[in-house]
């Protein structure tokens, strides 16, 4: 169901502009379009004066500071309802707090890039030990470290070459490997040469290794040792910064997200601002909202701003009401699945909701795949815990719905006495309807699936009939209207062959599948002939495609099965008890996503094909963030 | 033999249903992923793309069930 949307108008003076906004957004009930698009250019868009477009920036910047302090303390923005948003001083407090944190979190990525650079450094020293000749301790002496790649073999030579001629040959040069791929040079040197053998390496463009500065004067040993030392040290600083941050997070957090909150709540008013309209006196908003929120709207409006500020309805033209936002309305049973209905697109304003359907079908769907009371009962105690642990939203929209999933998979269970596969029949559990994995009840479990399938599609067909009624739509009425005598053609042929139906209502069957294709293709123009009995031939395949319920059921039946087997066939009791929870759990996790996305399809392919068009927006009202937060 | 031969069927038609299933569905996912990186909300007209060449396979699973139950 979808709420009744009312379309209107709020006309005040200029002055009270922003006043307005502030209310709307504590409202949060109205979905503001962009106003005077259809006004004949009565109406023109607002124009933002020099001052108000400074003050978006100012707030932008702020925002960009205080987010940025958010994430950095991983703040959770729920918290911004704990404190007062306007208490004096927090945008004082949280500006103290920027030049701390800000040291804070450089500090604590220095330290990061030097526990990861450290080990690095630590490892190559020691590859490079053996390379060192005994002059390079002396303190006249200095030592260049140099990490050369094989594929340039010529490179070692030239070097040597150069660092020979620049010394007058009192270099030491030595060569040792670092792994497959690169190799260590030393060149040590009397300290007079160092300057001139910097530059020779500068100009031949190698990669030397640099240590930081506090290692470099040292012997190789030393540096080796003070690496090692500075590593535990590093540990130990970083530690601590991070317990400061967390602390910060603890003292700031409902601080940081009030403001975080504030300052998008009042960039959210300046951006609406666009969507205005004015006239040379007055600004005009235009927007929907719920007919049950209207009231409330207006008293609201008139109790702050008297006769200054208007509400005026527009009546809903027929283009009106292809473009309302469409609010779902549903009962909190089946509000987990307006999210899968969104997915696939949002309801027409004034076409049929889907979601109430979805909510009875899906689930319905899920059990009879699953089809196990053990699988049912766990999969059904798991999510209730889950959902308890999830916020509202999507995450806990999907708990809900498997939890559902699986109490009709509990049910199904018992009509097919499955309980971990073959466990409830060495139990002495028997199906109350048939075994389902039993070759003789093979054709009673397909049939089965395909009867749900064709009540699923003639209900389908029925709601677009009655859409194409409703709605006075040739084409709908002739295409639904021919599938849904095919369907009921082809039931009756079936029936006549399987001996169910007497053999006299052949003829009439496929008069009847004849009249069907041909509406079918005289819906679908020109190309219809070829077309439409192509589409005919479609609609049993979308009946055969809820086969995949039998198919689905069946695989995770066998891999039950398969687990106790392979248990069983094991020696030890212990390790046969592993393999089959393992492969239990593993049956278990498919037996969750499978069915799930399989539903999903015969709605989304089979079902809604025959009767939703979606296409609609969806109600987005202006809402402050903090008003949602108390 | 002969049960021998109408298990070797009834696999090869679900086996190379499948296969064709696995290959376009292998197609229309990579593309499909790139789609939804770039827009998010197709996510759920993806889902739909991918799951249609499902039925391929189904219709096979159909044919071996009846390979098996008529011809077995």
């Excluded at chain 1, 620049?166 to 690169?182: H, K, S, W």
């Excluded at chain 1, 040469?193 to 290692?215: C, K, N, S, W």
């Excluded at chain 1, 209207?294 to 500020?309: D, I, K, N, P, S």
């Amino acid at each position: 169901m979808t709420h009744k949307m009312v379309h209107l108008q709020i006309i005040g003076l200029k002055a009270d502009v922003l006043p307005v906004i502030h209310t709307l957004g504590e409202l949060g009930c109205l979905h503001i379009d962009r106003a005077g698009e259809d006004t004949g250019g009565m109406i023109h868009p607002l124009t933002v004066d020099a001052v108000l477009l400074r003050r978006q920036e100012e707030l932008n910047l702020q925002l960009l500071q205080v987010s940025g302090m958010v994430d950095y303390l991983r703040i959770d923005p729920a918290l911004a309802g704990l404190v007062e948003p306007d208490s004096a001083g927090l945008a004082e407090q949280i500006d103290q707090l920027l030049p701390h944190l800000q040291a804070l979190v450089n500090r604590r990525d220095r330290l990061r890039a030097e526990q990861e650079l450290l080990p690095r450094f630590e490892e190559t020293m020691r590859k490079l030990l053996p390379l060192f000749p005994a002059t390079a301790s002396d303190a006249d002496y200095v030592s260049f470290g140099l990490l050369l790649s094989r594929e340039h073999a010529e490179v070692p030579g030239i070097i040597q070459r150069h660092a020979a001629e620049i010394t007058g040959g009192r270099a030491e040069v030595t060569l040792g490997p670092i792994d497959a791929a690169t190799q260590a040079m030393l060149i040590t040197a009397p300290r007079a040469f160092a300057e001139a053998i910097g530059a020779m390496l500068d100009r031949q463009d190698v990669a030397r290794l640099r240590l930081p500065t506090e290692f470099d004067s040292t012997s190789p040993d030393a540096a080796i040792a003070s690496l090692r030392r500075r590593l535990n040290t590093v540990q130990e600083e970083c530690t601590a910064v991070e317990r400061e941050l967390e602390a910060l997070g603890r003292q700031y957090g409902p601080a940081l997200a009030a403001r975080q909150s504030v300052l998008q709540d009042e960039l959210q008013t300046y951006n609406i601002l666009s969507r205005l309209g004015e006239t040379e006196q007055t600004f005009v908003v235009q927007g929907w909202t719920p007919q049950a929120d209207l009231e409330r709207l207006q008293t609201t409006l008139h109790e702050r701003f008297g006769e200054r500020v208007i509400v005026h309805t527009l009546p809903l033209t027929e283009a009106d009401r292809r473009r309302a936002p469409v609010a779902l309305t549903n009962p909190a049973v089946a509000r987990p699945f307006e999210g899968l209905v969104h997915m696939y697109s949002t309801p027409r304003y004034d076409g049929i909701d889907p979601t109430r359907l979805m909510a009875l079908f899906l689930p319905f769907f899920f059990g009879m795949m699953l089809g196990d009371i053990g699988y049912g009962a766990v999969l059904l105690g798991g999510m209730l815990l889950l959902r308890r642990r999830f916020k509202p939203g999507m995450l806990r929209n999907l708990t809900t719905i498997l939890a559902y999933g699986a109490g009709w998979s509990i049910l199904f269970g018992l009509l097919f006495g499955e309980l971990f596969g073959p466990l409830g029949e060495e139990l002495g559990l028997h199906p109350l309807l048939f075994d389902r994995a039993s070759p003789a009840h093979l054709i009673d479990l397909l049939a089965m699936t395909l009867a749900v399938g064709v009540v699923h599609i003639l209900l389908g067909l029925l709601l677009g009939l009655w859409e194409g009624v409703r709605g006075r739509d040739r084409h709908h009425l002739l295409e639904r209207g021919g599938r849904l005598l095919g369907l009921v053609a082809l039931l009756l042929v079936v029936g006549v062959l399987v001996d169910l139906l007497p053999e006299g209502l052949m003829t009439p069957a496929l008069a009847l599948l004849v009249v069907g294709t041909v509406l079918l293709s005289a819906s679908l123009g020109k190309i219809g002939i070829v077309i439409g009995p192509i589409e005919m031939i479609g609609l049993l395949g979308n009946v055969l495609s809820y086969l995949r319920i039998a198919a689905i059921g069946l695989s995770s039946v066998y891999l039950a099965r398969v687990a106790g087997e392979i248990a069983g066939a094991v020696g030890s009791i212990i390790v046969g008890i592993i393999i089959a929870v393992l492969l239990h759990v593993l049956n278990l996790v498919l037996g969750a996503f499978s069915p799930t996305i399989q539903s999903l399809r015969l709605h989304y392919v089979e079902f809604f094909r025959n009767f939703y068009e979606g296409g609609g927006r969806a109600y987005e009202p202006f809402r402050y963030r903090l008003a949602t937060h108390e | 033999m002969e049960n021998g031969l109408t298990a070797i069927g009834a696999g090869l038609a679900i086996g190379l249903a499948a296969l064709g299933t696995g290959i376009a569905q292998s197609r229309i996912g990579a593309a499909g992923a790139g789609a939804v990186a770039e827009k998010p909300e197709l996510a759920g007209v993806i889902i739909l793309l991918v799951a249609i060449p499902e039925t391929m396979v189904i219709l096979g699973f159909a044919t071996a069930a009846m390979i098996l139950l008529l011809g077995g």
